[in-house]
């Protein structure tokens, strides 16, 4: 009952703040994050991702790989996790058969290596 009441109340607070998400470690107000960049990315064009399922991350590394290398555009993915799992191999991570902790994908590894920056968190808007 007392659980109910406690879940209530965190619903009540998300309702009246649009900006706050529930997250496995509490309620999170993405916005309140600065974005951090470096010096010579804020002449460059800028390019967000929003999601690093399996188009996402595909796109950052081919934008990564080309446009990043060479300097021309600052390139980020924003996900919520920190490591992306092919969907299609849940089942087999369920039954113990493959290991998450090997056939995963760790952002900010992945990112380093193919010239884009990762951010964990959420989109809240697009403030153009």
Not at 58 to 79: H, N, Y
Not at 107 to 121: D, N, Q
């Amino acid at each position: 009952m007392k659980s109910d009441m406690v879940e209530a109340g965190r619903a009540a607070v998300v309702e009246a703040n649009p900006r706050l998400w529930k997250t496995s470690i509490g309620l999170v107000d993405y916005s309140a994050i600065p974005e951090s960049r470096q010096g010579r990315e804020a002449s460059m064009h800028r390019v967000l991702i929003v999601g690093g399922g399996a188009g996402g991350l595909e796109l950052t590394t081919r934008l990564g790989d080309s446009l990043g290398r060479r300097g021309k555009v600052s390139i980020a993915l924003l996900d919520k996790t920190r490591v992306h799992v092919w969907k299609p191999h849940l089942h087999e991570i369920a039954s113990g058969t493959l290991d998450i902790d090997v056939d995963s994908v760790e952002y900010l590894a992945h990112a380093r290596a193919h010239h884009y920056r990762f951010r964990i968190g959420a989109m809240c808007g697009l403030d153009r």
